[in-house]
């Protein structure tokens, strides 16, 4: 029996750069476990679990490539013996070869790119942090008894299903930790409305979580249609401003600056959250 069952959702079935990657790991104990064709992410995800033998799950994203050969190692390392950790997690670099625009992309929005770091990070989707964390199901680990008492990822939701899947964990306890030195490379959107997109769907699957939160303590509810007017014309009101004085969810502030992709990106998340509320009662 396998130690380590490496998740894969795809789409698409194409992740041979990040078979690659993995197939180059200094910890060898794993079986690899694709999930091709099955949406959402949450329950591609939930599927390959039930399918796995492994006493420890790693999720990794079809288009993420593990950074060195020591990645694996560093993510399963510290479960077996500290149970007070929910999970572990890589951070997030975009690959050398980046275009101009997803550099510029991974500068301004957050969560494109998470800084690697010597030593082990907590950190914690906790309401006086905005419920933001460094770790992402981009690239990350839990003891299959960890995943089983939170019944696994919400499969309703379009997007989000980390954040969601974290904030319950942290519920029940456990703690978050960003694995030093452990990366993986992972491109940012690479054209405007790919990002767009993407923040847009962001903002569906955050009023879904919201939406499905037992404590009701996720921020803004929109009850009636008053109130999603309100909101989108505040959102709508500080877009120019926000973008010389962005806000920053990892250390939560305003700060002055000039971040037009940023600005745009959050407001276009604002317009998928009114969507999202009134698409999915």
């Known amino acids: ?9 795809s789409l698409s079935g194409q992740f041979r750069p990040l078979e690659t990657s993995i197939r ?4 060898r104990d794993y079986e690899i476990c694709p999930v091709v064709g099955v949406k959402p992410s949450g329950r591609a995800r939930n599927v390959g679990a039930r399918g796995a033998k ?14 060195d050969e020591d990645t694996l190692a560093n993510l399963v390392e510290p479960l077996p013996e500290d149970h007070t950790i929910g999970v572990t997690g890589a951070s997030r670099l975009i690959p050398p070869d980046s275009s101009w625009f997803q550099c510029w992309v ?12 010597e030593e082990p990070l907590e950190t914690n989707p906790d309401p006086e942090r905005g419920y933001y964390c460094q ?10 008894e960890v995943f089983e008492e939170l019944d696994g990822f919400n499969e309703e939701l379009i997007r989000g299903v980390d954040t969601e899947f974290f904030v ?9 930790i960003l694995a030093p030195n452990t990366w993986v490379w992972h491109p940012a959107p690479a054209t405007l409305p790919s990002l767009l997109r993407k923040h847009f769907l962001y903002g569906v699957g955050h009023s879904q979580e919201v939406k499905c939160d037992p404590l009701r303590s996720r921020r803004r509810f929109l009850y009636t249609p008053l109130h999603a007017l309100a909101y989108l014309f505040l959102r709508t009101l500080v877009l120019l401003p926000n973008v010389f004085i962005p806000y920053s969810f990892a250390e939560p502030q305003w700060r002055l600056g000039f ?10 998340t604002a317009l998928g959250y009114i969507y999202g509320w009134y698409r999915y009662r």
């Open 54 to 67: 492994g006493d420890i799950l790693v999720f990794v994203d079809d288009d993420a490539v593990l950074g």
């Open 1 to 9: 029996m396998p130690q380590v069952s490496i998740v894969i959702p």
């Open 24 to 27: 180059r790991q200094s910890f």
């Open 259 to 268: 971040k037009p992709l940023k600005a745009l990106a959050s407001y276009v």
């Open 106 to 117: 991974a500068r301004e929005v957050p969560r494109i790119q998470h800084p690697i770091v």
């Open 168 to 176: 319950r964990l942290r519920r029940r306890g456990y703690r978050i």
């Open 135 to 144: 770790v992402t199901a981009t690239c990350c680990a839990m003891r299959r």
